[in-house]
């Protein structure tokens, strides 16, 4: 890997700036990440439009009230394997909010099932800092050692693309 790509994936701004910074996530995942969804993820209108294209948003398939399937569409296969990862990666992170997310679930869900909403929760999390520019930021707020999720909705202020120099 060289400088070129490296700095494709970890840039202080621009669309891929802090897609490494997301718990679960790396700079490698950050890039195979970019390489299958694009720099800015235009092609996607919504959040639900990429988690339907990737395959991680619940399926449902209901008539007359009964409930007959919840099975998720199969998607796009390597970006589903990743964001499985990433949520396995982002579950084990102490203190993260994705990891109070899952025990939350624990107890109605089967693991398989828990860590599909993980990776749900972040296929939208990965469309919101592509497309509409917002940074992800942990903080520690709201009891002792509990990390809170904020989505700083503001643009990644880059003296480039503002035409200064």
């Not at 070129?4 to 994936?9: C, E, I, K, L, N």
């Not at 579950?91 to 828990?114: C, D, H, N, T, W």
């Not at 990644?156 to 200064?164: D, H, I, L, N």
Request: hydrophobic share 35%; aromatic share 6%; net charge positive.
């Amino acid at each position: 890997m060289g400088a070129g790509d490296r700095s494709t994936a970890t840039a202080p701004c621009g669309s891929s700036g802090t897609i490494g910074r997301g718990p679960g996530l790396g700079v490698e995942s950050a890039q195979q990440i970019i390489a299958e969804i694009g720099p800015k993820a235009e092609v996607f209108p919504s959040q639900k439009a990429l988690s339907s294209w990737v395959g991680v948003c619940p399926g449902e398939e209901v008539s007359a009230g009964e409930t007959r399937s919840s099975r998720s569409p199969k998607g796009n296969r390597a970006l589903r394997r990743l964001l499985n990862e990433a949520a396995h990666a982002a579950v084990k992170m102490k203190g993260s909010i994705f990891e109070v997310v899952f025990k939350r679930l624990q107890p109605r869900l089967k693991y398989k099932e828990a860590i599909w909403a993980i990776a749900h929760r972040l296929c939208r999390l990965i469309w919101k800092i592509l497309h509409q520019g917002v940074r992800y930021e942990a903080s520690a707020s709201g009891g002792p050692g509990l990390n809170t999720l904020r989505l700083l909705v503001t643009e990644c202020y880059c003296a480039t693309e503002r035409g200064r120099s």
